[in-house]
């Protein structure tokens, strides 16, 4: 990547490491991936599933004796984010599942992190502890408290040295403020704020304020059978505080300005590319659907992701997109069968690299794409335990859609649709990427010369 999209053409990514989970067939619906994230230094590299767990891997420090290795992660914690709850009054179960995950700056020693289900957001500190307190006066080692008239001499407590503990402590609970699913959390530049977004409604709260939360976008209808569109993705600006944007179910981004009004009903950018006539079909409306927003590093641009592609906006040009790649426009034949198994429903994310250069996005198979903006060069790579031994370098994957395929070519009709990378995250500054495949992660990283 740093000299440049070709050598990645030629000598892909090498398998950097590989943890979390296996491929066996006795893989529980728990174990399944369902967000990763890099902090902002990419020290740090946490997964969420299913079950509710949040792990936490560590890159470790480059080794003096190897210096040209680069660190590995490692796993630094594990706990449990969320737990299955039932709400009564609705009859409703609500899910362990970690739907995302976002990292606050570092400030001191310690991490902090949301994670959040379908109802509940909570932050998370992540602290380190070597060392133990000892030489109590009013409690004995056990930590019973001991008899005031047995104490005759005044102790000064010492702190020993212990094995390394992490522990992850809950220090704020965000609840109650959902009557539909959370799609998207996001921490404001001022780091003093965040969002979450359901399917109709976009909340800004105050990491010092649990019990309330001030509602910046409703879209629901005073009648619900005049509902058209759905909230789908949510994102605060990089730089500017007072600055989001928000995706819908309709193929369309609004970019809202919290200082025009405090209800930000009224977008102050629209973008939408008007559909072609002659490609309008039974399922338009369900691939114009966009699943994911980011916005670029520099803060200039707007990366949407839908079912059949992956569009670039300039934040100055609203009325069509200046970029637009297929991710895998062979399935255009297949939306039907794709219909009918609810694949067509999946929900695909996209990030950038550091320098905003390169996007990466998933897809069936285990196959995930690159794009490359400066050249127009893409590829497709494929992550599996039989084809990424550690330290072994990525082929490049093509797939077939005419009748004669060549020998290092897949027909789309033998493609598996059940091994899908919905959840990809690019480290902040370096080319390392983390590619989750069902209950699997993948970590790889450019080729060391």
């Not at 079950?51 to 890159?59: P, T």
């Not at 426009?329 to 250069?357: A, T």
């Not at 335990?385 to 004669?404: D, F, M, T, W």
Request: aromatic share 10%; charged share 25%.
């Amino acid at each position: 990547f740093l000299a440049g999209f070709g050598s990645l053409m030629q000598d892909v990514l090498w398998c950097f490491s590989q943890v979390k989970g296996t491929i066996d067939t006795g893989v529980t619906e728990s174990d399944i991936i369902s967000t990763v994230e890099f902090n902002h230094t990419g020290e740090l590299l946490a997964t969420g599933d299913k079950g509710g767990r949040v792990v936490i891997f560590q890159r470790e420090q480059e080794s003096k004796n190897q210096p040209h290795r680069r660190g590995e992660y490692n796993v630094y914690s594990t706990f449990q984010s969320h737990e299955p709850e039932f709400d009564y009054l609705k009859s409703l179960e609500i899910e362990e599942k970690i739907n995302k995950i976002r990292w606050l700056p570092q400030q001191n020693a310690a991490y902090f992190l949301l994670s959040t289900n379908d109802k509940t957001v909570k932050l998370w500190k992540v602290s380190e502890r070597d060392k133990r307190p000892e030489g109590y006066n009013l409690k004995d080692e056990d930590g019973r408290l001991r008899d005031p008239s047995m104490i005759t001499v005044l102790r000064v407590p010492v702190l020993r040295p212990m094995d390394l503990m992490v522990e992850a402590t809950p220090r704020r609970v965000f609840a109650n403020a959902h009557t539909y699913h959370i799609n998207s959390i996001s921490v404001n530049s001022d780091y003093e704020t965040y969002m979450s977004a359901d399917d109709l409604r976009i909340n800004l709260w105050n990491f010092e304020i649990t019990n309330q939360s001030f509602n910046i976008v409703d879209i629901k209808p005073a009648n619900m059978e005049e509902l058209t569109e759905v909230i789908t993705a949510a994102e605060f600006h990089p730089h500017h505080c007072n600055t989001f944007v928000y995706s819908s179910s309709k193929g369309t981004i609004r970019l809202c300005d919290m200082r025009a009004a405090a209800l930000c009903d009224r977008h102050a950018k629209f973008f939408e590319e008007p559909e072609d006539p002659s490609n309008r079909s039974f399922f338009s409306e369900i691939i114009s659907s966009i699943s994911d927003v980011k916005f670029s590093h520099s803060g200039r641009y707007i990366m949407t992701r839908d079912y059949l592609t992956v569009k670039v906006w300039d934040l100055n040009m609203e009325n069509r997109p200046i970029e637009t790649y297929q991710v895998h426009d062979y399935l255009r034949s297949k939306l039907c069968s794709l219909y009918e198994n609810d694949c067509i429903f999946d929900k695909f994310e996209c990030v950038w690299n550091g320098s905003d250069s390169v996007i990466m996005t998933g897809s069936y198979n285990n196959f995930f794409r690159m794009f490359d903006r400066n050249t127009k060069r893409d590829v497709t790579l494929e992550a599996s335990r039989e084809n990424s031994k550690p330290r072994a370098i990525l082929k490049p994957r093509k797939v077939c859609v005419g009748g004669k395929r060549r020998k290092d070519e897949i027909s789309v009709d033998s493609l598996d649709f059940s091994k899908k990378i919905l959840h990809t995250a690019w480290h902040p500054s370096e080319n390392i990427i983390a590619v989750a495949a069902t209950n699997n992660l993948y970590i790889f990283q450019d080729k060391i010369n």
